[in-house]
């Protein structure tokens, strides 16, 4: 060897492989603003497309007069319910089985609606013709709370389905009930919760949230009459699945529809769904020709298209006094607004909510969901988490610190005591689930000695006795998180999105210089595949990672996959680019074997190419051999390098993590501050350790936006409030806390790559840490449970209510 | 979110916008920064149909000294508030309030004149200016009219600004060198109004209060002058009693709207809060 020739950590660094804090490749483009969004697209005699939108609830309608709109120059159509029966569109199907209005056909179902759409030759004509529009309403009572749905006195809906005795989940009690979910054996919970020592029961709220991207939800649609093809630009996270879904609905041949998604700013699960705006902007460029663009804007957008959450908990733990958990009861009325159009794999109207045990060690559990219709807008998404796992995870996280709060103990203590042991791995929960890998208490106590979680303990007692004292008007919550979740669907044999199974892909093609490009089904929105993809594929094939380039999005080139959302595409796309890459290395074997003149088994891989057993000058790069492969491949064999996989994963994945904050409260004001938030994350196996920072990073800022003030919000007359982000709380970089994290390593045994996932993690698991927090801070005064969001107001109210203000305080 | 239709005028003088305000009638908006009038139109709860741009008139901008008065023209940024040693010296109360007011981005473009104009109670400026004795200079075909920031606000949106006429100016009378000032504002988070706010400006004397003026933000349908409450510490020594009393007086004149800041019975509680913080953060800073 010369000076030259590089050291093995010159040629592994070269690849930046897995496990390498690889500068994000897109941002490149996206720091200059280069970015290409679905908004940058402007096709040739673009029209433009907005929503009149109703101001009631609920409301009859008596008429629509488009006549007024139609005479403003440059309003070219109004496209109402009646135009949209013509072409049977009046109505769509939801992911979860139902069906929704388009537009309101006969009546509204909540404030915002959308009841008709203009299409103009510009933005501002546009909304000149919808105020240009009159709707003649007749109001109704509306329906606001959930727990009055399924009174026998309360407003019927949907009547388009009020005779319907049985919904896409079975039968139906109520004509605003939409399912009922039942999971676990009731029994041997019954029998739990009789023998117990110590129950706790409680209602346990999750309200109602919205994913709020940085980028509205918005399309482009382009018809070519003469080619009979529809092209359709669009924020979708899921861009195959829009495909087959407007096939079925628009009864156009799949092959000659292409959908595009361009870069995407954040989904987080709001754009997952089919939306009226995509229906009608595809409807009005079959009727006008011209090329239809729909942009949200963002009210709109909060108001609108995809809520989450809104999930009522009445949880009950059964345990003995020594503190083991025997039981879990949980009854969840979900407010699922005025259609069902949850995203959820289509076997699941819950999601995956019963992963409600977490990691603990419950011998039974039962779970009933039941979902409910309100005047509210639709969605129910899964808003950076899997779905229905963060209400999961808050549901045992506040049920065990309130059941530790009852016993005495400490509710890390609790957890110890309760969680599954690393030997119960596959672990089978007592609600259905093959738990893969983890390693529980090893990471609770890391996070413990990090904290130091005694020492805090005793600074809280001390600030505890300073309260009761009147030396300080400002108390201490530590609040402690230990989430489990499930992420990756997912299996073919029990998920699947309308039929479609829930597999991934990818597809490998190597160029002859020796570098590639990678096509695959799932969908950056932020998360950086075409940074994380390449790096998994150099490590695989020893290519260098800036030599692979990966693209995503388009439907015509990648292969087919089911997108990105639930934390699924590292578990699922991640799996199938390793499984596409390990194909490539197997004909490059092959090849290398013939050039080097030995049989493939005497050939070893190393890092960047093959070398012979035992002789070590005998070596062939794969950069050389792409070159052969194409120009001078082995007699017989095929040329060419290119590999499709398309994998469908034997299981889930469950990623876990400890989260604790620490946060002060002064009780005057409600005024809190994060004073410490440490967040250990286990995903398996680390792609690229900065990008998973930042993935946490993310997540935890949302989940304290979520926990601490976030909040769609109705009145008793279900007018939406919090719909701008005026109210609807988004923390800016002086309201955000530091965050701490560290990790854990425990892979997924059945993944190839040893990968879980993780950027829906600190959404699933910050909520409760942070909510936890300030229950745990007012505990001591008497509280049980306060529900979110912990905004000011609230805690004051909390603090009010516990009697720490007193009414007349300002009387001398 | 898209305003309705507008025609736009850029006058290079304030004669000639006043002209243009005459002519154009009750239509006519002056625009400033627009951060306040332009959010309201994009939701069309403002529909003026011709918009008169006040950028071009350079008269209308800049601060100066003027004997024993600072003045400040109606089109100077808040962000030139905050540039200005003048004021950082002078009316340091001006630069801590205008500090609290939303993010750099409002403050490039959000002017004094605007915001003491606009009516809202939530604008900070409006009480501040009535804490400091300020008179606001009106201009229309009428002529001048000088009235006093205490008589101008008279409902939300509502100002004694007639139909036609145009702020040119606020005078702030210069605080004595000794006095101790104090803007407190609770608000959600950058960017937010806010949900209760009081400002102070007192001169101490041999450890008592000698002077005070105490004004409310966000706690009615205008900016408040809290008379009673500042006469409760008036020679006091701003002891737990007073400061109390001083508390329940501003409370008994906050009415405030509910809305997601909190309830008008926990914005009335942190306004009093408010009143007492700024009360001792100002006394703190007296010489
Ligand atoms: C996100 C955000 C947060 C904000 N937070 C705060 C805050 O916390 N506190 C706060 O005080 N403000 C806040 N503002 C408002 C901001 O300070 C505005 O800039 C200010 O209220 C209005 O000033 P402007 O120059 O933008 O006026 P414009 O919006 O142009 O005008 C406001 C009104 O005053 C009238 N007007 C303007 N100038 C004159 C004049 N010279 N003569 C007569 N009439 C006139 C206009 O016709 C209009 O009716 C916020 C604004 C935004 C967008």
Known sequence: MNDMTPTREEREARLEGMGCKRKRVEDVRFTQGKGNYVDDVKLPGMLHGDFVRSPHAHARIKSINTEKALKIPGVLAVLTAETLKTVNLAWMPTLAGDVQMVLADGKVLFQNQEVAFVVATDRYTADDGINAVEVEYEPLPPLVDPFKSMNSDAQILREDIKDKKDGAHGPRKHPNHIFEWTVGDKDLTDAAFKKADVTIKELISYHRVHPSPLETCQCVCSFDKVKGELTIYGTFQAPHVIRTVVALIAKLPEQKIHVISPDIGGGFGNKVGAYPGYICAAVATIVTGKSVKWVEDRMENLTTTSFARDYHMTTEIAATKEGKVTGLRVHVLADHGAFDACADPSKWPAGFFNIVTGSYDFPAAHLTVDGVYTNKAPGGVAYRCSFRVTEAAYCIERGMDILAQKLGMDPAELRLKNFIKPEQFPYHSALGWEYDSGDYATAMKKAMETTQYAALRREQAAKREAFKRGETREIMGIGVSFFTEIVGAGPSKNCDILGIAMFDSCEIRMHPTGTGIARMGSKSQGQGHETTWAQIIATEIGIPADNIMVEEGNTDTAPYGLGTYGSRSTPVAGAAIAMAARKIKAKAQMIAAYKLEVHEDDLEWDIDGFRVKGLPEKFLGMKDICWIAYNSPPPGLEPGLEAVSYYDPPNMTYPFGAYICVMDIEVDTGVYKVRRFYALDDCGTRINPMIIEGQVHGGLTEAFAIAMGQEIHYDNEGNVLGGSFMDFFLPTAVETPHWETDFTVTPSPHHPIGAKGVGESPNVGGVPAFSNAVNDAFSFLGATHIQMPHDFWRNWKAAKQLGLIKDAAFAA | ?287
Not at chain 2, 99 to 117: E, H, S
Not at chain 2, 176 to 199: C, F, P, Q, S, V
Not at chain 2, 238 to 256: Q, T, V, Y
């Open chain 2, 1 to 287: 979110m898209i305003p309705g239709q507008f025609q736009y005028y850029r006058p290079a003088t304030t004669a000639e916008a006043i002209g243009l305000m005459a002519k154009l009638g009750d239509d006519a908006r002056p625009l400033a920064g627009g951060h306040s009038l332009i959010p309201m139109m994009k939701l069309r709860l403002a529909t003026p149909e011709h918009l008169v741009d006040l950028h071009g008139i350079a008269s209308l901008k800049g601060i100066r000294r003027e004997g024993d008065r600072i003045v400040i023209g109606a089109m100077t940024t808040q962000h030139d508030l905050l540039a200005s040693d003048e004021i950082a010296k002078m009316l340091p109360i001006l630069h801590e309030t205008s500090l609290l007011i939303a993010d750099p981005q409002v403050r490039y473009m959000g002017t004094i004149g605007g915001n003491v104009a606009n009516g809202d109670p939530g604008n900070d400026m409006p009480a501040l200016m009535m804490t400091l004795g300020a008179t606001y200079h009106l201009e229309g075909q009428g002529g001048v009219r000088q009235v006093p920031a205490a008589e101008f606000y008279q409902g939300a949106y509502f100002t004694a600004l007639e139909p036609g006429e145009i702020l040119t100016a606020i005078a702030v009378p210069t605080p004595a060198a000794n006095h101790g000032y104090a803007y407190e504002k609770l608000k959600r988070k950058i960017g937010d109004y806010a949900t209760a706010a009081a400002a102070v400006v007192l001169t101490m004397s041999g450890g008592k209060v000698a002077t005070c003026s105490i004004g409310l933000t966000n706690l009615s349908e205008t900016a408040l002058l809290a008379d009673e409450a500042a006469k409760a510490v008036i020679g006091t020594s701003l002891d737990d009693a007073s400061l109390k009393r001083a508390a329940a007086a501003a409370e008994a004149i906050m009415s405030p709207a509910g809305d997601g800041r909190g309830s008008p019975e926990y914005r009335k509680y942190v306004g009093g809060i408010m009143v007492i913080r700024a009360l001792q953060h100002a006394a703190a800073r007296a010489k």
